[in-house]
């Protein structure tokens, strides 16, 4: 009698140890920035790029310097040095004929979102989540990033020239009708 009602007793203790084991085991942090603001941040730069006129700089040795406010500073500055490369631009580092400053000015993400519903909440007393109910709901991301380029002589150091400001922006917007009916619409997947 004893060794059974201690086995129960047991059994018992193990099954709350593995629940209370499942329920506490650390969730993995996902990685900043998520991979949305991620793709968001490299198409908008890809098609600021894209809008640069580089005819002049394609026929001469160029050094550049790339200036960036914030963000992943290392990333950007070697995406832009070789995007310039792939697209023609002969980059050295001793004796160029000129001197490009690229500024990234702007390279970043904005998230907005409606909800037409019950946002999700906290019961007060019983302390239960409520989950959100949607009967429409959109969820608006933006990338926009902005570069400049400002060309000097490179023995001299004297303003050459500077072509106009470069703005590229990438969209990424989710939809959600009556609960369980979403779409997605985006550019994100579209390469420049």
């Excluded at 001469?60 to 500055?77: D, I, T, W």
């Excluded at 400001?165 to 997605?184: E, N, P, S, V, W």
């Amino acid at each position: 009698m004893i060794s059974t009602e201690l086995a129960r007793h047991a059994a018992a203790a193990v099954a709350c140890l593995v629940l209370a084991g499942c329920s506490l085991s650390p969730v993995p942090k996902p990685t900043e920035p998520s991979g949305v603001t991620q793709q968001l941040m490299m198409r908008s730069l890809e098609r600021a790029l894209a809008k640069l006129d580089l005819e002049a700089l394609q026929s001469r040795a160029v050094s550049v310097e790339v200036f960036h406010h914030g963000g992943p500073e290392a990333l950007v500055k070697e995406f832009i040095v070789a995007w310039l490369r792939a697209h023609g631009v002969r980059t050295v580092s001793t004796s160029p004929d000129l001197k490009v400053k690229a500024f990234s000015g702007v390279l970043g993400t904005d998230t907005d979102y409606t909800l037409f519903g019950i946002p999700a909440f906290q019961a007060p007393v019983v302390n239960v989540p409520v989950p959100e109910i949607a009967f429409f709901k959109t969820q608006r991301n933006r990338g926009v990033a902005e570069v400049r380029l400002y060309e000097f002589d490179g023995q001299t150091d004297a303003f050459v020239h500077a072509p106009p400001l470069a703005t590229g922006r990438a969209k990424l917007d989710k939809y959600t009708i009556l609960i369980f009916f979403g779409y997605t619409s985006t550019d994100v997947d579209e390469h420049d």
